[in-house]
């Protein structure tokens, strides 16, 4: 079945320091992926989505690429602030008549000023 | 501002017991769902719907029932409670312009502990 992997967390990273997260994906058919973010406490928000092959998503400095040849959505933003710590949770959807959304296992990230 | 309102945001069960966890939103939202968060494991959807009266299974909907009487509404009800249904629960609900956007608003979740 379709599925989403995430690489290990904790990130721990500086203050002003390169994220990259990885994100690798099984699907069959045209699946759109996501990046949601959860802050302490609350639920998840919606950070960027590309719906097909090459489309850039991108938001808040954040930014994620749909690569179909290497079946992977990683996120990567340039410098990271204390305020970027939450857990990013990579997200696919099968095909728009689904209604299913499927998470990888979530990675957070913490920033150390 | 409501957005996706959940109640209770607490709740600590013994097994057996049965309970209901609500949730309502204010965007008339066609798409309504229910997930489980686990640690190590992501958010695992138990239930949606894409309208009223209209309801479907998720990856892990033993031990859960829905309903959908209402576009605002989507109570999720466990039966009898279980040890293994401790968790976090979120409501998160999507507008369905011709199909599922994958662009979910969630609520801010429901900790249920069974005792």
């Known amino acids: 079945g379709d599925s989403v992997t995430q690489m290990e967390g904790p990130v721990t990273l500086s203050e002003e320091a390169f994220l990259t997260i990885n994100c690798t994906y099984t699907?069959?058919?045209?699946?759109?992926l996501f990046w949601y973010v959860q802050y302490p406490g609350e639920g998840l928000q919606l950070l960027l989505k590309a719906t097909k092959a090459d489309d850039k998503g991108s938001n808040k400095g954040f930014e994620a690429t749909y690569r179909k040849e290497t079946t992977s959505f990683h996120l990567e933003k340039g410098s990271v602030q204390v305020s970027d710590s939450a857990v990013y949770f990579c997200?696919?959807?099968?095909?728009?008549?689904?209604?299913?959304?499927?998470f990888g296992q979530g990675t957070t990230l913490q920033v150390k000023p | 501002n409501a957005g996706v309102t959940q109640t209770p945001k607490f709740q600590v069960l013994k097994t057996g017991q049965s309970m209901t966890l609500q949730c309502a939103q204010d965007?008339?939202?066609?798409?309504m769902s229910w997930y489980r968060q686990d640690p190590g494991m992501g958010l695992r959807l138990i239930h949606y719907s894409v309208g009223a009266g209209i309801t479907d299974q998720g990856e892990v909907p033993n031990g859960y029932n829905v309903s959908r009487s209402t576009t605002e509404d989507f109570p999720l009800r466990l039966l009898s409670a279980a040890p293994s249904q401790t968790s976090v629960y979120f409501c998160a609900s999507s507008g369905w312009k011709g199909g599922f956007t994958g662009e979910l608003f969630f609520g801010e979740g429901s900790r249920l502990t069974v005792l």
């Open positions: 997200a696919l959807t099968p095909g728009s008549r689904t209604g299913k959304l499927i």
């Open positions: 699907a069959t058919g045209y699946p759109s």
């Open positions: 965007m008339n939202h066609e798409y």
